[in-house]
């Protein structure tokens, strides 16, 4: 069974940069959608950006013009760059991904990383 592995999260304080990154543990096939999403504490899960076949980017309205989701150059892999961090950004980041958006049974989700934006 394929699983991912996150990395990258821990405390940095407001304004700092950090960057998150998910491997898949199998990469005998493609991953053709490969999303970060986040949840604070009390608050639902959002997607925070996603990246699709063409590496077409989309980004929630909060983090535009400060992340940057990119695919690594070792298949299966995606990057957060996180910069310009808020204390809103505080969340657990979660890596997602499918065989293409529609796939849905291919769902997989990382078990997340924890990043805490605070002085």
């Known amino acids: 069974q394929v699983q991912l592995v996150e990395s990258g999260g821990g405390l940095v304080q407001p304004g700092g940069s950090l960057r998150l990154s998910c491997a898949a543990s199998?990469?005998?096939?493609?991953?053709?959608?490969m999303a970060w999403y986040r949840q604070a504490p009390g608050k639902q899960r959002e997607r925070v950006a996603v990246?699709?076949?063409?590496?077409?980017?989309n980004y929630a309205d909060s983090v535009k013009g400060r992340f940057t989701i990119s695919r690594g150059t070792v298949k299966n892999t995606v990057y957060l760059q996180m910069n310009s961090l808020k204390p809103e950004d505080t969340a657990v980041y979660y890596c997602?991904?499918?065989?293409?958006?529609?796939?849905?049974?291919?769902?997989?989700w990382g078990r997340g990383t924890q990043v805490t934006v605070s002085s």
């Open positions: 997602h991904v499918r065989k293409a958006p529609w796939d849905l049974e291919s769902s997989l």
């Open positions: 199998q990469t005998i096939f493609s991953f053709n959608y």
């Open positions: 990246i699709s076949t063409g590496d077409t980017a």
